[in-house]
């Protein structure tokens, strides 16, 4: 096992894309395999040393820079185990890029549907986020493809479950299963609760807190035979929400919308962006060879009904060119990140979904708010869902304090809407307030009450999820 104490080698990890700053930590444990994880980590619970996870990094939330204690980094579980055919799934390590991963299953004729934006997270970092992305609105949140869990949990115990498990560890320790309700939309705000709670689903989205994943299998799908993909632009934002609405009836891959704001950013990086647009959908669609004709016939309608012009639309039938269209849309949120190392300011952004019923309302919101307030911002992201993410640029402290105020006002009307505070970021450590809004204090105690079940000593992922003051309050119940 590898331990790094060189404070200026190791800086890096003290840092993810979320630009919070003032991590810092002991050292930085690199384990080989999965008992020298467990003899570390029994002996963490014993000193009660905190321990944060480390995986690719690439979290908008803080959640894997550390606040004291020590990193333990998954990058040396980066193997890829077995990939099925016949069980049409596939074994990997956490630490294994998600990238690495969807491409070695192609390689098969297999397709691994999640799909999110950033290409160099881990799978145990997406698995331990509930990650998702464009195509989860057809193939769901990685929560769906998620078979098996290996892991170890915070008092060293190596530890497998797989779906449908209802017993966790015979009778020690009992976890007490939560009652507060989660929305009926895209979610990733805290512990899973549903109704007869798989208690699988616990360990997807809990943000380094209750495990350390080393191992997962992991759903595949068959490849599609070919994607179609097209950029729609629209001179009439309200045009492009109404596209939205219908093309979430048919049985695209994914259906994603870009704002005057957004556009402006890809413009830099495309003259042929239409200069009027106000507003933009990109959409992918699987074709399987026979269909071809009737289904784009019948999109080239629907773009027509909803005001775009033909002339106006991309199309791209390749794969190469679809990945063309990809890269274009990636070019967002890195142009955001541009945007903030230049400032040196934070970016502050929301995450929220709402029900559909109630998602033009939300819509004229954000337009309402965010025009007014002056603060540069876009808004873009994965309107099949329901769910956009809403980025204010500050230049200054002054915009930053009321960047910090409008999130709060737009949270606390996404969760008036029956909305989630967060539909696939998670929660971190920039977020922990949004989510009482969202389950009241009772229902954060709750998921305290489950962390305190599996990590008496609270030494993993400490200061993610919950604020110290809930910890307390589990710890006195
Ligand atoms: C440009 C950009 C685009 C993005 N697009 C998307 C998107 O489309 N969809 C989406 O969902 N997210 C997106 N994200 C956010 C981010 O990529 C995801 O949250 C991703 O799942 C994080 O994975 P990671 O390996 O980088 O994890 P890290 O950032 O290293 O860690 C994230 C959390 O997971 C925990 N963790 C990591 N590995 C393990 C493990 N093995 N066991 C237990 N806990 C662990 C950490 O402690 C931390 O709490 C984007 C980020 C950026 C910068």
């Not at 464009?134 to 479950?161: C, D, H, N, W």
């Not at 003259?271 to 399987?288: R, S, W, Y």
């Not at 603060?375 to 500050?394: M, Q, Y």
């Amino acid at each position: 096992m590898l331990i790094k104490r060189d404070q200026n080698s190791i800086k890096g990890y003290f840092e993810d894309s979320s630009n919070l700053k003032g991590g810092h930590a002991d050292s930085i444990v690199i384990p080989e395999n999965i008992e020298e994880l467990s003899e570390f980590v029994k002996k963490a619970n014993r000193d009660k040393l905190p321990i944060t996870v480390s995986g690719g990094g690439t979290s908008t939330t803080g959640s894997r820079i550390p606040f004291g204690g020590v990193v333990v980094s998954l990058e040396k579980f980066n193997k890829i185990i077995d990939i099925s055919t016949d069980r049409m799934s596939a074994v990997a390590q956490s630490g294994v890029l998600v990238e690495d991963f969807k491409n070695a299953c192609s390689e098969k004729g297999l397709f691994y549907a999640s799909h999110p934006t950033e290409r160099s997270a881990f799978l145990g970092g997406t698995i331990s986020t509930n990650a998702s992305g464009a195509r989860s609105f057809k193939y769901g949140p990685t929560r769906k493809q998620v078979k098996r869990l290996k892991m170890v949990l915070p008092t060293g115990l190596i530890f497998e479950i797989e779906r449908g498990q209802t017993i966790l560890i015979g009778k020690d320790p009992v976890i007490p299963l939560p009652t507060y309700k989660i929305p009926d939309v895209k979610n990733s705000a805290g512990y899973f609760a549903g109704e007869g709670t798989d208690y699988i689903d616990l360990f997807i989205g809990q943000e380094g807190t209750l495990s350390i994943i080393t191992e997962a299998e992991l759903s595949l799908s068959g490849m599609p035979y070919k994607i179609f993909s097209s950029f729609v632009f629209f001179k009439d934002m309200r045009d492009a929400w109404s596209f939205a609405a219908e093309a979430r009836r048919s049985s695209a891959l994914s259906i994603e919308y870009f704002d005057v704001n957004a556009l402006r950013l890809l413009k830099a990086k495309n003259d042929n962006v239409p200069p009027d647009a106000k507003g933009a959908i990109f959409f992918e669609q699987e074709l399987t060879g026979r269909d071809e004709e009737p289904i784009i016939d019948g999109w080239l309608k629907t773009i027509a009904r909803h005001n775009a012009s033909l002339d106006d639309t991309w199309a791209a039938m390749t794969a190469d060119e679809t990945e063309k269209f990809n890269q274009f849309r990636y070019a967002i949120p890195e142009a955001l990140n541009d945007i903030v190392r230049r400032t040196g300011m934070r970016r502050l952004s929301t995450d929220i979904a709402v029900p559909e019923k109630n998602l033009t309302e939300l819509m004229n919101f954000y337009v309402d708010t965010l025009t007014a307030c002056g603060i540069d911002h876009a808004v873009f992201g994965h309107i099949g869902e329901c769910h956009l993410h809403v980025n204010l640029l500050p230049k200054n402290e002054m915009e930053h304090r009321r960047s910090k105020d409008i999130c709060m006002t737009l949270i606390k009307k996404g969760v008036s809407l029956g909305g989630t505070v967060s539909a696939e970021h998670g929660i971190g450590k920039t977020r922990r307030e949004y989510l009482e809004v969202m389950y009241g204090r009772q229902g954060v105690v709750e998921m305290a009450r489950i962390k305190k079940a599996l990590d008496p000593n609270w030494i993993l992922g400490l200061d993610n999820i919950f604020p110290k003051e809930i910890l307390s309050m589990a710890d006195s119940a």
